[in-house]
């Protein structure tokens, strides 16, 4: 019912920038929590950086001063802008959304997309 799309990532070398997005799609009034999590080869998947519907945003350390999270509400997407990118930051990168209030005003979640790889070469 709630589906999500997430779409950006490619090959870049070291130091290059790409842009993610992710756009929820359904029956859906509002979405508190929206982020991006990404899951290196033999590695845990890991919060990178979230949003909430007010705009309040949450980064992981490797992530900060690097990437931009930003949301247009209206539109139910999510960006990630990342630059200054790095090998270690290689991985497949999902959108997330949780707190998803639909047309039975029942919050649902979380929800993921189908993952985007981001490969960065040195």
């Known amino acids: 019912q709630v589906q999500l799309v997430d779409s950006g990532g490619g090959l870049v070398q070291t130091g290059g920038s790409l842009r993610l997005s992710c756009a929820a799609s359904?029956?859906?009034?509002?979405?508190?929590?929206m982020g991006w999590y990404r899951q290196a080869p033999g590695k845990q998947r890991e919060l990178v950086a979230n949003?909430?519907?007010?705009?309040?945003?949450n980064y992981a350390d490797s992530a900060k001063g690097r990437f931009t999270i930003s949301r247009d509400n209206a539109k139910n997407t999510v960006y990630l802008q990342m630059s200054s990118l790095k090998p270690e930051d290689t991985a497949v990168y999902y959108c997330?959304?949780?707190?998803?209030?639909?047309?039975?005003?029942?919050?649902?979640?979380?929800?993921w997309g189908q993952g985007t790889q981001v490969t960065v070469s040195s």
């Open positions: 997330n959304a949780d707190g998803v209030r639909t047309l039975n005003f029942v919050r649902t979640g979380p929800h």
């Open positions: 359904g029956s859906i009034l509002s979405i508190n929590v």
């Open positions: 949003i909430n519907r007010l705009g309040s945003i």
